[in-house]
């Protein structure tokens, strides 16, 4: 099991190494050409600068049992239809009852969007998600070790 972070704009990365670390547990983090991030824990992994490259190199990279943290709807389906797992920077689990109603409305989203519409801001970082985000994180990581003995 590993962790593999969507860390171009991914807020909570000390608590995705606390829980971690706690667990020994590796974490890489993938980011763009753009971005530049250090770690004393993490391994980072730079990939080309581009529309979705990060995206598509964590979907290729995952494997069944890893642990994905992204924002990306899209990501997380793809890492789910491997076996991993997924929850956003904002805690949320992502899983098979919950990726094709978030997959609709984004879609509808996009059509709103596209026809000249307006949709809501995400709401901004709160303690909470930090909070949520730690706990969900270590519950998917002892999710996984019981899984795997």
Not at 8 to 15: I, K, T, V, Y
Not at 32 to 43: K, R, T, V
Not at 133 to 146: A, C, S, T
């Amino acid at each position: 099991m590993r962790i593999l972070v969507d860390a171009d704009a991914c807020p909570g990365r000390n608590l995705i190494e606390k829980a971690a670390k706690e667990n020994n547990i590796s974490v890489i983090m993938y980011c763009d050409m753009n971005h530049i991030l250090n770690s004393d824990y993490s391994e980072i992994k730079y990939v080309e600068a581009g529309f979705q490259s990060v995206d598509m190199v964590i979907a290729n990279e995952t494997k069944a049992g890893d642990i994905v943290v992204t924002q990306d709807f899209g990501v997380a389906a793809m890492c789910l239809g491997k076996k991993a797992y997924a929850v956003s920077p904002k805690g949320f689990i992502y899983d098979n009852d919950n990726i094709d109603r978030l997959l609709f409305e984004r879609h509808i989203g996009a059509k709103v969007r596209k026809a000249g519409g307006r949709t809501s801001n995400p709401k901004k970082r709160s303690k909470e998600d930090d909070e949520r985000l730690y706990r969900n994180l270590v519950k998917l990581i002892e999710g996984v070790l019981l899984e795997n003995r």
